[in-house]
């Protein structure tokens, strides 16, 4: 459905150049909810940005994005922008996303007349019956986005992204900046949309536990490992994989020694060496991506030729 | 480095050498010479000469000295005053908060230039003619917009977590205010101070063109241009010129302005 | 230790104080010498309104703040400011609790200058640079300003600058709410290593119950500005 080659975004900027998304590739399945965890600063909002061609003019994106056959980057800005929305909806983080000046409703049913030509009557049915769907209450149709609370105005926004009906959902942070509670309310929203296929970047790991098929772990620019969850959550491959989850309050709460590297100039080889209790001497060299049991890693341990 | 800014400052550095150097490169501008009335510009009088025989050049770069040396000392008055009562208002809130903001507001509700047209007239009467005069009487309507800002700005920097740290580590009132309030506040107000004093060259101006600000025979633009009007037809440079620098003093501290509100906040944004 | 006797604080709004939220609502809560008890609950249950009351950078409508058998809600100014120095506060947002102005090293030295701690700069410095190296942060990162720094250097910073006092108690305000994970847990671990070190007593603010979990001694859940239920 999705799929990324060698996909790389580079920002010049005075003190050098970033590499926020360093030679990514990956694939979105048919169906499937794929979650990409990563921290702040492992460029996992640039590469969501970047498949939807969002990202500011001073990104230089090289690689491929090919969504039902076609590549993304080579499409002019009309083509793309038939594509957002329609076929790729796009849930952006909470709170500041939604027009004040708007009613909720207006801006969920923009989709469908501009894309479907939809008169308004029949396309406010529907948000009618999607606000229903999602536990809003289609009688708050026409409230304005500050009347509501900041769980609820996550549900209009995934109501948004759902009402055009759209191949691929990219949802950018659903969590960021709500209570435990509320969070627990924003994955059963996330299961009611559950058939759809879905690319989820988030920080929050129990969130990707509830709902992710497959699991993407991006690091300082680099997705260093690539596994279905269940696996994953019982026995993590990549040493920064494990560091992160071993970090979870419920499992032990122990953090991984030193700093993230800066994006500028980070290590060469390995970019989690400098932090990684298993840091061998080829760990200097770049890994390469290893492919496991239907799992993928991106570190000299599981190399065979290394094994000593 | 901005190029609105250095439209505006080097605008701005033009007129304060002109004026400057007034004494200098200008002849006396008092000098009157009947026979030379009226002349058009000339090499020998370059902007001309008014209905006096005054050479309106060194008019002109004389009426600098006074319009940039008078916006200058009001706007520092202003400045001070308004930022001081602003950030204790801001700051302190309560009743204090209560009264200065009403008295903002009925300011705020009197069109400037009759206020102050009504203030020199009360000065004047009272103390009789004078430069400080219509200082006073600007300084009086000018006050008001930098309270009002500064008092916007400090009630947002108090709800700020760093404001409430300093709290915590046992600061006092006053010195939260002086040390952190304050200095964080000078960016926005910098930039009002500089697009005010556009506003306020065009306050004495209009001033002396009504005939209310500073008083003849000290050259002041404003006042040429009102006894230029006369001769709008057959002596028309008597009211361009003057009329030129007016415009182009203002221009350069808008363009000073803007260029520094463009950087001040990009700047903020990036932090 | 400290201890909070009755505290009530309502939240008047609207032109004439029509509509009253009562943010927190006759709470008694006592914490122990070196104990750290977590408080957890939704955002608008009250508890950060709580911990403030209990370093009374709020005060309280109703009720008294005892800290070491003195009632801070009966002192006035310059003796708060000083009883001030031995409870300090961790706040939710590191990138909010510095003076953008002003380099690390200055907000740092802050307090000392303050209170008149250190005779000479010489002093001052030795001080800091003891504590910089305590949390985990290097010389060069006193010379930069908060927006050269990341979210969890800063919490870093905002530790060395509470620790500077030498506090018995602190709130620790959602500290960690806006880091990632693997910070969380590295910045946890180091307020628990102080904690040990020091013998200083924590509030833990926070509303992931298992975060409460690990840090606390005991867990108090607080729901519409009252303590609803207590675990340890």
Known sequence: MLEIEDLKVYFRTNAGIVKAVDDVSFEVRKGENFTIIGESGSGKSVLAQAILRLLPKNAEICGRIIFNGKDLLKLSEKEMRRIRGKEIAWIPQSQTSLNPVLNVGFQCAEPLMEHFRMDKKSAFARIIRIFEFLGIGGNRIREYPHQFSGGMRQRVLVAMGISADPKLIIADEPTKGLDASKRSQIVELFRKIGDKTMLIITHDINFAENLADRIAVMYCGKIVEVSPAKEFFREPLHPYSRGLLDSLPSRGLKPIKGFQPSMINPPKGCRFRERCEFAREICKDEPPLISLNGRFVRCWLYDRGNWD | ?271 | MIEGIGIRKVYKSGIFGGKAVVAVDRVDIRIGECETVALVGESGSGKSTLGRILLMLIKPDEGRVVFDGIDLTKLKGKELRRIRTKMQLIPQNPEEAFDPRWKIYDSIAEPLRIHKLADSRKEEEGVILELIKAVGLKEEHLDRYPHELSGGELQRAVIARALTLNPKFMVCDEPTSMLDISTQASIVRLLMEFQKKLGISYLFITHDLELAKVVADRILVMKNGKIVAEQS
């Not at chain 2, 025989?53 to 200058?72: E, K, P, Q, Y």
């Not at chain 2, 009197?110 to 430069?131: D, K, M, Q, R, W």
């Not at chain 2, 009504?210 to 002041?220: C, D, K, M, S, V």
Request: net charge neutral; hydrophobic share 50%; with cysteine.
């Open chain 2, 1 to 271: 480095m901005n190029r609105l800014c250095v439209t505006g400052l080097g605008i701005i550095l033009l007129m304060v050498i002109l004026g400057l150097l007034a004494p200098l490169i200008a002849k006396n501008p008092y000098k009157t010479d009947l026979k030379d009335r009226l002349e058009p510009p000339s090499l020998k009088h370059p902007f001309g000469t008014d209905q006096l025989g005054r050479d309106l050049f060194s008019r002109v770069l004389w009426g600098a000295r006074t319009s940039l040396f008078v916006a200058l000392t009001i706007s520092l008055i202003s400045m001070s005053l308004g930022c001081i009562i602003g950030a204790v208002s801001g700051y302190f809130g309560g009743i204090i908060d209560d009264i200065i903001g009403r008295i903002i507001d009925v300011f705020l509700a009197i069109p400037e230039l009759v206020f102050n047209i009504a203030l020199v007239g009360i000065f004047c009467a009272a103390y009789g003619v004078s430069t400080w005069n219509v200082i006073l009487a600007v300084v009086i309507t000018n006050w008001v917009s930098y309270a009002r800002i500064t008092r916007g700005i400090v009630l947002s920097l108090k709800e700020r977590e760093f404001v409430l740290c300093a709290k915590a580590i046992g600061a006092g009132e006053w010195y939260i205010l002086l040390r952190h309030v304050i200095p964080n506040s000078i960016g926005p107000i910098v930039v009002l101070a500089t697009l005010n004093m556009g506003n306020v060259i065009m306050t004495i101006a209009s001033l002396g063109f009504l005939g209310l600000g500073i008083q003849p025979p000290t050259p002041e633009w404003g006042q040429m241009i009102n006894a230029g009007k006369d001769y709008i037809t057959t002596a028309p440079w008597l009211t361009f010129f003057p009329g030129l620098f007016i415009a182009l003093s203002v221009l350069g501290f808008n363009l000073l302005g803007e260029g520094l509100r463009d950087v001040l906040e990009r700047r903020s944004f990036i932090e």
